[in-house]
């Protein structure tokens, strides 16, 4: 079991550096550079932008000796953060040819051999937790890098997949078979302190849970194939009015990346396109789908709490569960900041609080997450019309008395 | 105090009628006509809307001998519901020049005249339970007529004001003095049964409060000011990534209504323009400025729960208080159902559970909305951008050992 | 025949401002205020224009003893004249809800009033000049007037139609029967300078024109419905590249205002809805459509040069053509200065020349062009989108040897 | 002199294929990728496209024994021709990331292989005139790759040059110091049939010409700093309506590429950044600036009749004169078709006819088209707005007897 609360051990930097550059390999430098749409990013810039990170928030603070790569980059691969300085506008990261991936290559390499001298000579603990934290941040942008190119490689008018992750993917456990229950009660959830955590998911602190249960399995492919059958799309009394609104919008008919052919449901995949399999976990579905399918089921999406309680309660019983390492699960707690939260401070302190809002929060982990990354306590959040990441859902309902 | 749950009693049928005719009666034709955004509606169309609402779930179920007054108008009067059939484009309401004010007037008399009949004869418990909704849902577009002509009235280059509602305006208390603190523990919140009340407001039931203080008064405009002398507006520290996009693309600087002219700052009110008053609540802010405020007061909204408790203690000891009849306040909760909550069952069932998601909630009531619907329970809600209705803020902050 | 070159005559002040309230007196003051797209004016906006005009122009510089009725109408009621100040934004025009109609019959009279004061004192000849301009500008208004609220009655979910305009519709001639030929030549076109002209339409001057040959009757509903039924609207091969992606992303299949309602088309038109009379000219097609169609004849559109030299030839012989009265032609010819233009100076010089970029020529006039304003040698203009217009065409082609 | 029509040389396919080989060799995998506006194209698409013309409309029809290369490109690498079939989104041109650059060499080389057998063996009439169409269009694409990369490189933020062309530029000729004089009659313009032209260069046709007089040079950069230190870009009635308002929604306040740094104009051209060089034709201009230039000079654009005229009287006798090579040359005449115009037949019918709609025709030819493509009947042609062609304008003006 790969999850980080767990085994809360420091992870290893040319482990991780290693895995990005074994991710972009299969990709050429056409396929690095286009950005698809403007929430997704060109490979070569995650690739400049986690180096980025370790330039900025350790080695200029605190490695006197350092000689910046390049004066430039600092503008070009800063993503959001206010505090370091002016940045390129995110639509336009598509656009910058220069540098190219040779160049990027040269940055993370000079940016390695600089950090590994830093991380030599017994680092600070600030220095040691900045490490930390950087190391976890290029773990998200290796997913975003497996999200990106997905999309970017699915609008070709003939597309071909981007190939295998260089981890295993797990067996799918398919559909649901019964429900866990659960006793109303004062619980406690968030991070408790024990290795590396994301600010967001703290401070732990009481929440009041109501009676409730949870399905022990994914909603499969097969279900969603149901819902979809039983007009599920186009019928508004299931959907949330932004999501109807939304459907009609964009013309929704079934999770992205799903195509109908020769009356079949085809599905775009890393592999490349292939057959719906039914005991598959859905994937790609926004929050407003995961809603209104689990309203046509006659239940709801899990509050984070609920999420956080039972997988502590059950992941380690079962050992083919679901809980991690398929697909992210949408719940119906939008992404707010813990009682007590506050943000780290300076720069990083940007990293995840100024997002709590419009957005919901997603338990578990996927396929694409690397191992080492997933946490019983992580909080990932997307907006509720997003699609390209790896999400699906698990279902919840009221026990009432 | 007018608060709806603590006088619980049943509105009368011709005062809440007559006071939405006395609201357009100071508006010509052509006011009455115009859409100012695709957020807003014409005053005639409320005044149309909120009748169709008595003919097609009250007199068109329950009333075998109606005479609809003219079969296009559940179609162009019908404003989300689904469940009720087709219906005319929203922001297309400005275009609709037929029927004219005069006819609308005649359609108001007609159902009027129906309702009374059918009001006057011993109504059923579910006549009266959707006859005391119809007048509750009249109210609050009694409100969204003032919000939305105030709108409208803005957008002339030389703007004149509405003039007085029909009804008074109370002083406003000036600056907080004070912090009312609460001990942790669990509270019943949301609506008791007692009277009427909106579906979302209930069912009453547990949560969990931290231990927290609440501002005995609203933030005024003299403090907003300052936060504005303060650089409010242009330091991306005190605001979420979304609400500083919003004030990069929007150009705020100022609360909505507020205009610089010869180094003052003036506010377009239901009266006309004049200068700022620094001891009034601020309002027409949205949830990204009154977030960010309250960051840089060092403080936070409160949240709902803590809201409701707050006024459930303290309204009564204080007669001159502002938890009700100045702004509405936001509050930090996004809008989500209640644990338990149950839409109504047919057509009205999608008053308001369709909507709960992506906004935020406000609590207690302002000077435009008529007196008899303010509750402590009530639930109201806007998209974290909208600026165009009364709102501002009270802030909150919590207790640590 | 009304055509305005023959007869020369100066339009009556008070003839020409009466007219524009006799179109205007059927329409409430609602209907007198919507904006139903950017390119419209409400009726009540173009009722104060006009009077704008004559106050602005005439007033303003040549009478001395006026009072201006409202100052802020300076701003409110300017259309495009930069030199005559800022001005209201076009887009917003629907907006403004005062003044109301009867503020601006107020408006009317007071200039009127003072209107005929000065042209009764025996006014100059730049005086008369002017006046006699503010008189045809308004006849163009009257036109505008008839277009702008056909759209915006359409626009309603079910329409109603204007009624009848103040002057008789004349009798529609049916198909063309032959085609009229003309010699290669140097002729001259343009105004010659006897009675009233725009600007644009001049100065007289010489053309080469090349053999050609024209229909003596416009191009039909029936013809049109023909084209309809060859998938006009379907073959890429007969429209302008630019033409074919304005069907694509418009969804035309027919021409504005047509629907097809139970397997039969009806057309909207003044009088509310009727099916297709297939001996009518067809009307309201833009630019796009007209050249689609000659192309699917075999034809072309002619040129404006062309179309002048025939209507002189053909006209006076032929009692009942349809060179004017029924609808605007379409011609081949791009807007541009005839050799030797030169705007009028002073404000008035931006009524024209401004304009002579990326639209097209149509020529002749309709049955919305008030009588009396008509001329063998008007310019016409609109974009090759534009279809509230009432537009249609007559075809021409080359004579080759 | 390079003009194609003095020359009527056939060009040599090696000679021009290779040529877009040089182009593109500066250029990494990343920068032939980009598509950095709907209206430009990646490099590698440029290289792709102009191959699929002869592999579509040489090897298809006339090479039975060819295999194409592969069969999705015809559906990638089409640009507009409907008759051809389906084909890519324009504006989704930078998505496709495959083919990479390595496989387009391949498919160029692939292509090059069966041409230059097709060739070889005494090619009929039809398939010689095809293969000049296909070398003429790859001249033609050969001037957008640079202009193209120009744009997509000057998004850059701190932005390089793309470096020398594989041709020698021309020195300018400085400003303008005399009018050349032409008297009114009728000429003779458009191809006249020896040697190559694009089908909208004919027929060769009479049109009247009044007398004018046209300026012997370009206008320079320093005159254009001398029209924008005269608020050019600031005055209203310099500006044609359309062109007034996209300068400014465009924020337009000096010529495409031009930004001022540190009190100075700097430029970014092919060679990166410089400063303004007064002595040089300005370029990147739109019609709207070229308009509002010559109407603030008290000149206009010349027709392109005039212009026709005027290069043939002229360019042999001055050795250093600027008709062709500089910069393109904005012409006051609309993109029509000529008398007596009919489009080729076949697809490539499909080449220049269904463009003659909104755009203005530009003469001559600039320092980025390759030589032997230029010619004096050559009719370019851009939309009113466009700035991102090598585009300025030499002067014209009436003489009034």
Redesign the interface.
């Known amino acids: 079991m790969h999850a980080r609360n767990t085994t809360a051990r420091a992870l290893d930097y040319c482990d991780v550096r290693t895995t990005t550059e074994r991710l972009a390999a299969p990709l050429?430098?056409?396929?690095?550079?286009?950005q698809?749409m403007p929430d997704a990013s060109p490979t070569?810039w995650h690739r400049a932008h986690t180096t980025w990170f370790f330039e900025t928030f350790l080695l200029g603070p605190h490695a006197p000796w350092y000689e910046p790569f390049r004066s430039?980059y600092a503008?070009?691969f800063n993503s959001?953060y206010?505090?370091a300085g002016p940045r390129?506008a995110r639509p336009?990261r598509?656009?910058?040819?220069?540098p190219?991936?040779a160049e990027i290559a040269d940055y993370r390499a000079h940016v390695d051999a600089a950090m590994l001298k830093l991380l030599d000579t017994s680092p600070s603990e600030e220095v040691a937790a900045l490490a930390e934290l950087g190391l976890h941040h290029e773990q998200q942008h290796q997913e975003l890098i497996v999200m990106d190119i997905k999309h970017?490689?699915s609008?070709?008018?003939?597309p071909?997949g981007y190939g295998d992750l260089p981890w295993a993917r797990r067996e799918a456990c398919g559909p649901s078979t019964r429900w866990l229950g659960f006793d109303a009660g004062?619980v406690e959830i968030g991070h408790d302190g024990e290795g590396f955590a994301f600010d967001n998911e703290g401070p732990r602190?009481?929440?009041?849970v109501?009676a409730f249960e949870i399905a022990d399995r994914l909603v499969t492919c097969g279900q969603w194939l149901d819902f979809m059958a039983d007009n599920g799309y186009r019928r508004?009394?299931l959907?949330?009015?932004?999501?109807?609104a939304e459907v009609q919008a964009s013309g929704w008919e079934a999770p992205e990346y799903w195509h109908h052919e020769d009356g079949e449901w085809q599905v775009f995949g890393l592999g490349g396109l292939a057959p719906v399999d039914r005991s598959a976990p859905v994937e790609h579905i926004s929050?407003?789908e995961a809603?209104a399918y689990a309203r046509w089921a006659d239940a709801r999406l899990p509050l984070e709490a609920e999420w956080e309680v039972a997988v502590g309660a059950y992941q380690s019983r079962d050992k083919t569960s679901d809980w991690h390492g398929q697909v992210w699960q949408w719940t119906?707690?939008?992404y707010?900041p813990y009682?007590?939260f506050r943000p780290a401070v300076g720069a990083v302190g940007?990293y995840n609080g100024?997002?709590?809002?419009?957005q919901y929060v997603l338990r578990g982990s996927c396929h694409a997450t690397p191992p080492g990354h997933a946490s019983d306590t992580y909080r990932n959040f997307f907006p509720?019309h997003s699609r390209w990441m790896f999400a699906g859902l698990r279902l919840a309902r009221?026990i009432?008395a």
């Open positions: 050429s430098a056409e396929d690095q550079t286009v698809s070569k430039e503008y070009l959001y206010e505090a390129h336009e598509g656009l910058i040819t220069r190219g991936i970017a490689l609008r070709h008018p003939f071909t004062i602190h009481t929440e009041l109501h508004p009394e959907w949330m009015s932004a999501g109807w929050w407003f809603d119906a707690s939008p707010s009682t007590g940007e100024k997002f709590m809002v419009n509720t009221d009432t």
